[in-house]
Every structure is written in C-alpha cells, then in structure tokens.
C-alpha cells in the first residue's frame, strides 16, 4: 500500500529556515503530482505548493518567494525548503500525492488520495 512519510518539522525563530522532506513507498513521485499543504489549529487545510508530473512548481501567493518545493527523482523524494519563516507559518505540514490530479486541481486537497501524516512547524516570535 501507499505510504507518505513526512519529516523536518520543529521550533525554528522568526526569519529562520526549515527544510521537510516527503518520502513514499509504492507511489513513484515523478509520475505523480505532489503537493504541500497545512493546516493551523482551528483552520481549514491549505494549499502550500505542489510539483506537476513534469516538473513545475507551483505556490500559494501566501508563500511564493520564500517557499521553493523540489523533487529528487533518484531518491524518490520531494522537499519543501521553506525561508523568511513568521508565526503565520505555523502549522500542521502534511504531503499528498496522486497519479491523476492535473493541473486545474493542482491545489484542491480533495484531489488527493494520498496523505502523509503531517509535520509539526512552529515558528515562535
């Protein structure tokens, strides 16, 4: 079965950096779409950024600049490096991925048939 695993969550200050990693088991990235989103305590789910099949990144306006999403194909990896981190950050960081999204619903999370089990970010001030 499909598994996501996520890591690189913690407490970081505000303006530093943090790097998560998503790994899968029987799902190979490069012939999935991929996608980050989070989720703050009492808030909805949240698009963060994605990877296409071919490639391209694609980002929330909330984060586009400071975040830069990236895929390992050898290591059947894809990364999130996220910089310039505030306490609007802050959140539940969960991985998903599925052969079938397509562009048009690259940051719809109900898409999504695959979920790891998330990554705690909190930013302190």
């Known amino acids: 079965q499909v598994q996501l695993v996520e890591s690189g969550g913690g407490l970081v200050q505000a303006g530093g950096s943090l790097r998560l990693f998503c790994e899968a088991s029987?799902?190979?990235?490069?012939?999935?779409?991929v996608a980050w989103f989070r989720q703050a305590l009492g808030k909805e789910r949240l698009f963060v950024a994605a990877?296409?099949?071919?490639?391209?990144?694609y980002y929330a306006d909330s984060v586009k600049g400071r975040f830069t999403i990236s895929r390992d194909n050898g290591k059947n990896t894809v990364y999130l490096q996220m910089n310039s981190l505030n306490s609007d950050d802050t959140a539940v960081y969960y991985c998903?991925?599925?052969?079938?999204?397509?562009?048009?619903?690259?940051?719809?999370?109900?898409?999504?048939?695959?979920w790891g089990q998330g990554t705690q970010v909190t930013v302190s001030s």
């Open positions: 990877v296409s099949r071919n490639g391209n990144p």
């Open positions: 998903a991925a599925d052969p079938s999204v397509i562009i048009t619903w690259i940051a719809t999370a109900r898409e999504y048939d695959y």
């Open positions: 029987e799902l190979t990235f490069s012939r999935s779409t």
